[in-house]
């Protein structure tokens, strides 16, 4: 069996993929081998969260990431982004609009859900979107009765393709996964 480390904060270096996985990515809406620039939105960016979340993701660096900060506050939003420089922007848009949501996530890479509080949520409406657009998606979910919502999705997103990563938040999120052995 073989071993594969996940590391946080590790470089994502696109590198070809074995023929097999290269057939079931090209069916996926991107792939890692795109010579395109890659686009990370990040919804309630303009948040506490969502803005460490993007400020973290310009301090990488990748001349080839570009940071869409997501929310409704377009003169906020707009001004936040000009503070990550030239590779970002503002995308406004409404998590409760399912027609809005699933245009902002046209053409992105990954999604990162910071706009909460989850527990004002009893919809899933972000990942369902991520689903049904077939975007990577990532939450910081800290709520326990919408992270089990979420687990609802398993099937649809493993049927889509999506990679959907549930409250990798704050608490405790993230720091669980620093270095986390799988075995392939």
Not at 71 to 82: C, H, I, P, T, V
Request: aromatic fraction near 4%; charge should be positive; hydrophobic fraction near 40%.
């Amino acid at each position: 069996m073989a071993m594969l480390v996940v590391r946080a904060c590790t470089p994502l270096i696109p590198t070809p993929l074995p023929a097999a996985v290269g057939e079931a990515a090209s069916m996926n809406k991107s792939s890692t081998c795109s010579t395109r620039a890659a686009r990370v939105l990040v919804l309630g960016g303009t948040g506490r969260v969502g803005w460490s979340t993007a400020t973290a993701l310009s301090k990488l660096r990748r001349p080839d990431l570009n940071i869409l900060i997501g929310g409704r506050n377009r003169e906020k939003g707009k001004s936040l982004a000009s503070k990550l420089g030239k590779r970002s922007e503002f995308v406004q848009v409404d998590i409760h609009d399912a027609s809005m949501l699933e245009e902002a996530l046209c053409g992105v890479d990954l999604v990162v859900h910071a706009a909460g509080p989850f527990q004002r949520e009893d919809k899933c409406t972000v990942l369902e979107a991520a689903i049904s657009t077939k975007t990577p998606y990532v939450d910081v979910c800290d709520d326990v009765d919408y992270s089990w919502r979420a687990k609802g999705f398993h099937k649809q997103a493993e049927a889509s393709g999506v990679p959907a990563i549930i409250t990798a938040g704050i608490c405790p999120g993230v720091s669980n996964c620093l270095h986390i052995p799988f075995t392939l």
